[in-house]
């Protein structure tokens, strides 16, 4: 078989907005692993929400979350790879956020989600992730260890601009990344899904040309575009698109 690896995002990929994974694709995902193929999801969810859908769906491989700064196996909780953002640097996009009053979360190794305050617009959010959130007050001061992300939820209008002013401010220290409509997501330099892709690849022994990667927004052209077959969805982010090989159905 060509393929020996298939990284899946879940998100506009294996679900919609029901969350719900239809009937046709696990059959396609177990088919898969049934002629041999390794199978993982690559997600910007956490590790405790993203391997309660690999666990539903039966998945054999490391899982790759938080955008590509952590690759974790399920079966036995081993971490293959982890990308954090530094302390210092991360105290300094915290108070970036706090001194414009964005709605964000900061997610943490401990599978929790923290934030400066409580807002209704990010109930929505947390409610999607599946994780707890924990008001702690000037969360610049309280950040003593490194994260894996910071979450930030914003008018879809407004989110050029957001984008922009963090790539700006922060540049060369961490990655900026806009992951739907209306959130943007900020990791580790060295994480990306097409970086995970490749070192899960190498820690599994398959060749880059036996890979191959499906998504539908910008947070999956690194991955779309490194794989031996990349994918974007119908419905996929003009950027997925054009990293793409193959335009599959929305």
């Not at 929400?49 to 998945?59: E, N, P, V």
């Not at 590509?68 to 790879?81: E, P, S």
């Not at 984008?163 to 739907?180: K, M, N, P, T």
């Amino acid at each position: 078989m060509r393929f020996q690896l298939l990284a899946l995002d879940l998100d506009g990929t294996l679900m919609g907005e029901s969350r719900i994974i239809p009937p046709r694709a696990r059959h396609a995902v177990q088919r898969a692993m049934d002629a041999g193929c390794w199978v993982t999801i690559a997600t910007g969810r956490a590790f405790a929400t993203a391997s309660r859908f690999a666990q539903d769906l039966g998945i054999n491989a490391p899982l790759i979350c938080y955008q590509g700064a952590l690759i974790q196996d399920m079966r036995d909780g081993t971490i293959i790879h982890k990308v954090t953002i530094p302390p210092d640097v991360a105290r300094q996009v915290a108070a970036f956020a706090q001194a414009r009053q964005l709605n964000f979360q900061v997610l943490m190794e401990d599978n929790r989600a923290y934030t400066d305050r409580v807002k209704p617009v990010t109930d929505p959010i947390l409610g999607r992730s599946g994780m707890s959130v924990t008001a702690v007050g000037d969360l610049a001061a309280w950040l003593d260890r490194p994260p894996f992300k910071f979450l930030f939820t914003e008018r879809p209008e407004a989110m050029p601009e957001l984008v922009r002013d963090l790539q700006a401010q922060f540049e060369g220290r961490v990655r900026v990344i806009q992951s739907l409509d209306s959130l943007v997501e900020v990791t580790g330099l060295e994480a990306s899904k097409g970086q995970a892709l490749a070192r899960l690849a190498a820690h599994l022994g398959v060749a880059q040309s036996a890979t191959m990667a499906v998504g539908d927004h910008d947070n999956d052209v690194s991955m779309i575009a490194w794989a031996g077959l990349g994918v974007a969805m119908g419905n996929a982010s003009p950027a997925a698109k054009a990293a793409a090989d193959v335009i599959a159905p929305p």
